[in-house]
């Protein structure tokens, strides 16, 4: 249930408060999981100065992980659509094939340094699970994945993966038997074992510290990427695109460009099926703010404050929610925000596929359905850069069904 909050405006939060952006975040938790935050928060402050836990957090990044990433040059994707440059930033090239192998190895010497073996998460897709239930095996730690049966139903092959590599795999039976729901059961689990486990929540989203936490381990995609366009083309890009369901792989590029003011910020919602409330996970088209899972955001809800279902043809985009930071970036005007429709998303990954030679997640291919329609109209001077967040591998099936080809 979320608490219906109609203005931002109403909550007048000074914007340097932490855990704050604007007047959107914050910490909306039960009194028993206080401590467990609390505790998270000046772990998490004391690592960011620790030279020892950085040292070795860029050791797995990088030979582990697969870090830097290389920010290619789309030659044959610009030609077709005419317009401006177009840079292709490869998360998808990483240890299990998206960005969301460096929160999860961030979090997992995190908790580590806190003396927690036991590590919980939640899956929608099954995304994060895979990531999380692979740094657990690294680690050594026992590890528990709530995810929803429908979800396991659907996504049969990643909770056979999380199980390969020793994970836990728990149904979650309530509700839409859906993220939002495997989310609630693994809030329940950190209350009962919060001293002796730790939760690795997979976005931008829950209560302080965790949007500015995930944000700060995935910050170096935009590093990497503004040192790789200056070196290829000598000065900042014109755009950044990237999909946003939490808003992990999007705050991830967008925020070492953010003073840079020049740099347009745009983010591609899941437009899913259609404009009804039900048929989409477009939070900034259809939503308003609120309260959900700790934090207060832009929320799918009814006008009693009840979480709507949501659609995508992409798992990891469909969430009623979204990360605190680009509610923030939106209000004030320094993101844009549009959506791409489940066909507009297809079709992209079709498009890509055959000039490039990559098939992206189906998340990522709606940020490259905004490229589709933005840079025909822009200059042959402008540069942009597309986040491509994750490999399609784990999509072929529903490209399959989806997709007819000759
Ligand atoms: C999980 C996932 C996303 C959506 O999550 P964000 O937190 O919005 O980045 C996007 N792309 C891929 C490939 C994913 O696995």
């Known amino acids: 249930m979320a608490t219906a909050v109609t203005k931002a405006k109403q909550l007048s939060v000074p914007r340097d408060v932490p855990g704050r952006f604007?007047?959107?975040?914050?910490?909306?938790?039960p009194e028993t999981l206080m401590a467990a935050l609390e505790e998270l928060e000046r772990e998490y402050e004391k690592v960011k100065r620790d030279k020892q836990f950085q040292a070795r957090l860029t050791e797995?990044?990088?030979?582990y992980a697969g870090r830097p990433t290389p920010l290619f040059f789309a030659g044959r994707l610009t030609k077709k659509l005419g317009g401006a440059k177009i840079y292709l930033k490869r998360e998808d090239l990483l240890h299990t094939g998206a960005h969301k192998i460096n929160n999860c190895l961030g979090q997992g010497l995190l908790a580590e340094r806190m003396g927690k073996r036991r590590i919980i998460a939640e899956t929608g897709a099954g995304q994060h699970g895979v990531a999380t239930a692979t740094v657990c095996a690294l680690l050594g730690f026992d590890c528990v994945v709530?995810?929803?049966?429908?979800d396991m139903r659907r996504q049969e092959l990643n909770v056979f993966r999380m199980r390969l590599l020793g994970a836990e795999v728990r149904s979650v039976n309530s509700g839409s038997r859906t993220l939002k729901d495997a989310i609630n059961e693994a809030m329940r689990d950190w209350v009962t074992n919060v001293r002796t486990t730790h939760y690795l929540l997979g976005s931008v989203l829950g209560a302080h510290p965790y949007p500015t936490m995930v944000r700060d381990f995935h910050k170096i995609i935009g590093c990497?990427?503004?040192?790789?366009?200056?070196?290829a083309e000598g000065k900042l890009p014109t755009a950044i695109i990237a999909c946003v369901g939490g808003g992990s792989n999007a705050i991830g590029i967008f925020f070492e460009f953010i003073k840079d003011k020049k740099?347009?910020?745009?983010?591609?919602?899941?437009?899913?099926r259609g404009e009804a409330l039900g048929d989409h996970a477009a939070r900034f088209r259809g939503g308003s703010p609120g309260v959900l899972q700790g934090t207060y955001s832009y929320l799918l809800q009814d006008a009693a404050g009840q979480i709507a279902a949501t659609h995508s043809v992409s798992a990891g985009l469909d969430y009623p929610s979204i990360g605190p930071e680009h509610a923030w970036l939106k209000d004030t005007g320094r993101a844009e925000y549009v959506a791409a429709s489940d066909a507009e998303a297809l079709e992209a990954c079709t498009l890509l596929a055959r000039t490039e030679g990559i098939i992206p997640a189906l998340e990522s291919a709606h940020a490259v359905a905004e490229v589709i329609k933005r840079t025909p109209r822009m200059k042959k001077s402008d540069v942009v850069i597309v986040n491509i967040s994750g490999r399609g591998d784990k999509d072929i099936g529903i490209m399959r069904e989806s997709l007819e080809l000759e």
């Open 224 to 231: 990497e990427a503004r040192a790789q366009i200056l070196k």
């Open 60 to 63: 797995l990044l990088r030979n």
């Open 263 to 272: 740099v347009k910020f745009i983010g591609v919602e899941a437009g899913g």
């Open 146 to 150: 709530y995810m929803g049966s429908e």
């Open 22 to 29: 604007g007047a959107y975040g914050g910490r909306f938790v």
